[in-house]
């Protein structure tokens, strides 16, 4: 499931240099689920075409209360109030000092105003202006009055803008309005009210304190669970060994780990208070029989390192687990499926992803997955996409298994 599935959103655009973000913010509202409609200012026609934003959205685009849409040319009513009682947001980007000053004064000479004074859903307002008509008094005075109308003001982000100034006046960029837009609608998601815990990443197991043994995860695929599962409303615990990568989603809590113990023993900090565990971590299968303290010397012809068993993190949570939904990862070589199911027996876990480590489109550090996700009853294969929208949709099963 995506994090806007199903979401209704009207858009909004106004006369500014920013619209040229309007067909970038279209594609990932689409792209997140959502079923978008746009209204123009006929001031934005100078900025962007119509043609291209019906084109993306799949939608008819209106800037005027009234459109020719028949050979004899007789003008059609665009119905402002169907179109506000039809979404679920509202979102005006770019929002022009002249469009906020009409929406704070309640003035309705277009059709975008006219929505917007007709909407009853919640309205998320993107200001786009120059550093210091956003400074002003007049604009921050507008703005405040937007807020106490109960609108959510998506504030402006610090950079370059149109007229060569550095500074705070440019239009949030699409992605973060998604972000923003997720996170102010969290309850309409459904995970909301689900804890939800996720292993990320590889283990190092020490050989002595400068080696260690370990693997080429990067950690992507449960980056990317922990971020969809907290776009979709649930409270996420990430924790992950060794890797580069950040959270863009500040409500994640991260823990960072090193070795599989250390990894297991923070998991079962919480195991027992959540809802879902997934392991998508690659644990090292196997750790030194002996750890050496001092760095081993070259001139020690170490010929061989002895090797134990690791622990099993996912084995041991089948064991103990009471109404927890278990979700692994199985990277395959040969025989996926009949091992992947195995695992998924031996191990007592509701599902697995399972990837193949021959596929050529399955590389490490890439940002694109596929696989199959196996359960006792079902077996759904995945195509190759990002591993964010592999997440969402892997949710999507879990969400109607569990």
């Given at each position: 499931m995506l994090a806007l599935q199903g979401k209704k959103i009207l858009l909004g655009v106004s006369g500014s240099i920013a619209a040229y973000k309007s067909p970038i913010l279209i594609r990932l509202l689409i792209k997140s689920g959502a079923d978008v409609k746009v209204v123009l200012t006929p001031s934005a026609l100078d900025f962007v075409t119509p043609t291209t934003l019906s084109t993306l959205s799949k939608n008819p685009v209106n800037s005027s209360f009234t459109?020719?849409?028949?050979?004899?040319?007789?003008?059609?009513?665009?119905?402002?109030?169907?179109?506000?009682?039809?979404?679920?947001?509202?979102?005006?980007?770019?929002?022009?000092?002249?469009?906020?000053?009409?929406?704070?004064?309640?003035?309705?000479?277009?059709?975008?105003?006219?929505c917007y004074l007709s909407a009853k859903c919640p309205v998320f307002v993107a200001p786009s202006m120059d550093l210091d008509m956003y400074k002003h008094p007049g604009n921050q005075e507008n703005l405040t009055k937007l807020k106490s109308f109960g609108n959510i003001i998506l504030e402006s982000e610090t950079g370059?803008?149109?007229?060569?100034?550095?500074?705070?006046?440019?239009?949030?960029?699409?992605?973060?309005?998604?972000?923003?837009?997720?996170?102010n609608t969290k309850n309409d998601f459904p995970l909301k009210g689900k804890n939800i815990l996720i292993s990320a990443g590889p283990t190092y197991e020490?050989?002595?304190?400068?080696?260690?043994?370990?693997?080429?995860?990067?950690?992507?695929?449960?980056?990317?669970?922990?971020?969809?599962?907290?776009?979709?409303?649930?409270?996420?615990?990430?924790?992950?060994?060794?890797?580069?990568?950040?959270?863009?989603?500040?409500?994640?809590?991260?823990?960072n780990v090193v070795s599989a113990n250390e990894m297991y023993n923070e998991i079962l900090k919480y195991f027992f208070n959540i809802d879902i565990f997934i392991s998508a971590a690659a644990v090292a299968d196997f750790i030194p029989n002996e750890i050496h303290h001092l760095k081993i010397k070259k001139s020690q012809k170490l010929n061989q390192i002895s090797l134990k068993e690791n622990i099993d993190i996912l084995f041991n949570l089948g064991k103990i687990k009471t109404n927890q939904y278990l979700v692994g990862f199985a990277l395959e070589s040969n025989d996926g499926d009949?091992?992947?199911?195995?695992?998924?027996?031996?191990?007592?876990?509701?599902?697995?992803?399972?990837?193949?480590?021959?596929?050529?489109?399955?590389?490490?550090?890439?940002?694109?997955?596929?696989?199959?996700?196996?359960?006792r009853k079902k077996s759904i294969s995945f195509e190759l996409t990002t591993k964010l929208d592999l997440s969402y949709k892997i949710f999507e099963q879990i969400i109607n298994d569990s």
């Open positions: 459109e020719i849409k028949d050979e004899e040319d007789n003008p059609e009513w665009n119905n402002h109030v169907e179109l506000s009682l039809w979404a679920d947001f509202m979102i005006v980007a770019p929002a022009t000092s002249n469009t906020i000053s009409s929406m704070a004064s309640a003035r309705c000479d277009n059709l975008l105003l006219a370059d803008l149109a007229s060569g100034l550095k500074g705070k006046g440019r239009m949030m960029e699409p992605l973060n309005i998604i972000k923003c837009i997720v996170e020490k050989i002595d304190p400068v080696r260690f043994i370990g693997n080429f995860s990067s950690g992507k695929m449960g980056f990317s669970m922990a971020e969809a599962a907290a776009n979709l409303g649930a409270k996420v615990t990430l924790i992950s060994g060794p890797s580069s990568l950040k959270i863009l989603n500040n409500s994640i809590n991260l823990i009949k091992n992947a199911y195995n695992k998924l027996i031996n191990k007592n876990l509701d599902a697995i992803f399972l990837n193949i480590l021959s596929d050529k489109k399955n590389i490490f550090n890439s940002d694109y997955n596929h696989g199959k996700y196996i359960t």
